[in-house]
């Protein structure tokens, strides 16, 4: 029969070794988990940027092509507005512009 070691002996010459393999090991893990995450991170905070620029350049876009459209049913034959309509479609442009502005400015400082 064999001789009988009792568990807590095991214990006090196993557990030094385990600390100094597993430190290492575990520590690893979590440095390399850690950085995973923060790229992971990164990455998603880029493509939010993205979508938001891609939005703010899509605003833009179709505000520029309502304020052209206004412009071309002007041009093309419409009929000539008041002076005072005139000042009006001029006003509602330049806010046109303005927001454009604001909607293309506002995505490049996300």
């Known amino acids: 029969m064999p001789p009988v070691i009792p568990p807590f002996l095991v214990g006090l010459i196993v557990s030094p070794l ?3 393999l597993l430190k290492p090991l575990v520590r ?3 440095k390399t988990s850690v950085g995973i995450v923060l790229e992971v991170k990164q990455a ?3 493509a939010g940027e993205n979508i938001h620029d891609l939005a ?3 605003a833009a876009d179709m505000v520029a092509a309502q304020s052209s459209g ?3 049913r ?3 034959g419409a009929a000539p507005s008041a002076e005072k309509g005139e000042a009006v479609d001029r006003g509602d442009d330049e806010a046109r512009g303005q927001r454009a502005r604001a909607v293309a ?3 490049k400082a996300h």
């Open 44 to 46: 998603a905070h880029e």
């Open 105 to 107: 400015t506002a995505g």
């Open 70 to 72: 206004d412009g071309h």
């Open 74 to 76: 002007a041009a093309d």
């Open 18 to 20: 385990a600390k100094r």
């Open 28 to 30: 690893g893990v979590v």
């Open 56 to 58: 703010a350049e899509v």
